[in-house]
């Protein structure tokens, strides 16, 4: 039996590292199913419009493979083997226009074998909830006092991991508040004792 590549792909969801999935497929697989493998890692519907930057930018770039009736187009249908897919590459999976998920892309290795001739999830890790938002949680709310810098909005008892260490959101918005400060523009706090920006926290909560 002939032996092809196979792409060992890192999948990790874009607003928190902690959430990824490893997948094998074959190079005669192609962008459509690494997507569905994922979607149903991820128990997501697979209802919606998406697209693959290979320049691992947001939004559309100059090399994109999407969902199309446009045969003139890059589609989501090319086979990975057309990609010339190295280890290192990153790009980016958009899915679903309205509400934006993104999952960035990594190559961890490639292999040739006989093996995987379907995709398949070697790690998981993470869970995530597609239609889920704060309104369906009675106990979240708008943590904080009017005159505090920064407000945050869920549960306060909820956990979320910065640094390294858990803690909860109540206790997170209270070291923001009396941490933050301005650096080159940006604003940084002190969380678990390191420093963290406010573009870093926001993706992970």
Do not use: C
């Not at 010339?84 to 892309?105: C, E, H, R």
């Not at 790690?123 to 505090?148: M, P, R, T, V």
């Not at 306060?156 to 640094?163: A, C, M, R, T």
Request: charged letters at 35%; a negative charge; proline letters at 2%.
């Amino acid at each position: 039996m002939t032996k092809k590549e196979v792409y060992e792909l890192k999948v990790t969801y874009d607003r928190n590292s902690e959430i990824f999935r490893v997948i094998k497929i074959r190079e005669d697989h192609s962008l459509e199913d690494l997507t569905e493998t994922l979607l149903k890692s991820i128990k997501f519907d697979d209802d919606h419009m998406y697209l693959f930057n290979m320049d691992n930018n947001y939004y559309q770039g100059e090399n994109t493979y999407e969902m199309s009736l446009d045969d003139s187009k890059p589609s989501v249908k090319t086979n990975l083997k057309e990609l010339a897919l190295k280890k290192g590459m990153k790009f980016q999976l958009w899915y679903d226009f309205g509400d934006d998920w993104f999952f960035n892309i990594i190559v961890l290795n490639v292999e040739k074998t006989t093996k995987f001739d379907k995709p398949r999830v070697m790690k998981s890790q993470g869970k995530l909830k597609q239609y889920g938002n704060f309104d369906d949680d009675e106990d979240a709310e708008y943590i904080g006092n009017e005159d505090d810098p920064f407000v945050l909005y869920g549960n306060p008892e909820d956990i979320v991991k910065i640094n390294g260490k858990e803690i909860p959101l109540y206790e997170l918005l209270n070291q923001m508040n009396s941490s933050h400060e301005e650096i080159d523009g940006e604003d940084v706090f002190t969380v678990n004792g390191k420093k963290i920006t406010l573009t870093e926290i926001s993706k992970i909560i």
